[in-house]
């Protein structure tokens, strides 16, 4: 099993701004490993994620920071592609790359988005991914025709830092299948979109696959999003449906082990209900280190 990962996911609120830099800054000196950044253009109160991101990478040392997830039906892959190499290069090799297929259509739309079925989706997120390797990877002229991206004699420009990681934010069947297939991650969706107990089969699903490419499963970085909060209440037993974690750091430390070793999961990140400084400490000084242990004794 790969090094366990934790970070923190923050809602990009421009009423928060100084708060999003001063919690993201102290995420940083504690010693977490991720940032995510949610990534819904159409919401009003939100900046724009990759810009967010942009300032936060240069306000930090350490902190490796991804969109969680970027909307692709608003952000085409050539210039998120370019975007993404643009921001590891400047950070020195700090950006990684969640990307889902689309969600709030009504939302994309009023942005001058196109509105796709779900298999239309799934089709230009796999053409959206051959381009953006292909933009890291190349030299020289890049040509690429799919249906729903194009390219005609591209110059790629320079490479990124580092190997960029493209985690899928994947909950349907398809998507999960073709995340096995060909990114090199899977960001769990929150319980609200996908409930604790399909976390099994989604796994199982992504590794259908890894198998079906021959890949090594261990390759696949397994994401999962928190949402709950570390409180004084005892909690107790495995998190089901789609309620948030709510306990002590002891209870945290609990269910994150289990997710590690019975569920496949190498990477936590938490989404406190309400993101305050205090919430992030406890989460780096007592449940990091606590499911680090356990999973190392596992």
């Not at 900046?47 to 969109?67: N, Q």
């Not at 709030?104 to 988005?113: F, H, K, L």
């Amino acid at each position: 099993m790969r090094t366990v990962q934790f970070g923190i996911s923050l809602a990009p609120n421009i009423a928060d701004m100084r708060k999003l830099r001063e919690l993201a800054c102290l995420a940083d000196t504690l010693g977490l490993d991720l940032l995510g950044i949610q990534d819904h253009p159409y919401v009003s109160r939100f900046f724009d994620s990759m810009s967010l991101i942009s300032v936060l990478l240069a306000e930090t040392t350490r902190l490796r920071i991804f969109p969680n997830v970027a909307s692709l039906p608003l952000r085409p892959p050539a210039l998120l592609a370019k975007s993404a190499a643009s921001l590891d290069m400047l950070s020195g090799g700090r950006f990684e790359l969640g990307i889902g297929s689309g969600a709030s259509w009504e939302g994309i739309a009023a942005m001058g988005g196109q509105r796709r079925t779900p298999g239309e989706a799934i089709q230009a997120l796999e053409e959206g991914i051959a381009i953006m390797r292909a933009i890291w990877n190349g030299q020289g002229s890049l040509r690429y025709d799919g249906k729903y991206y194009s390219l005609h004699g591209l110059q790629p420009g320079s490479r990124p830092t580092h190997t960029i990681g493209i985690w899928v934010g994947a909950v349907g069947e398809r998507m999960l299948h073709l995340t096995g297939r060909l990114a090199d991650g899977w960001a769990a969706p929150i319980v609200s979109y996908l409930p604790y107990e399909r976390w099994g089969w989604a796994q199982e699903t992504i590794d259908s696959g890894v198998r079906e490419k021959g890949r090594d499963p261990s390759s696949i970085v397994r994401v999962a999003n928190l949402v709950g909060s570390i409180t004084h209440r005892q909690g107790g037993g495995q998190p089901h449906g789609n309620t948030p974690l709510e306990g002590k750091s002891s209870y945290w430390i609990e269910v994150l082990t289990s997710l590690a070793l019975m569920t496949g999961f190498d990477t936590f990140i938490f989404w406190p209900e309400i993101p305050t400084s205090e919430q992030i400490e406890l989460f780096a000084r007592e449940v990091t280190p606590g499911v680090r242990e356990a999973v190392a004794k596992g």
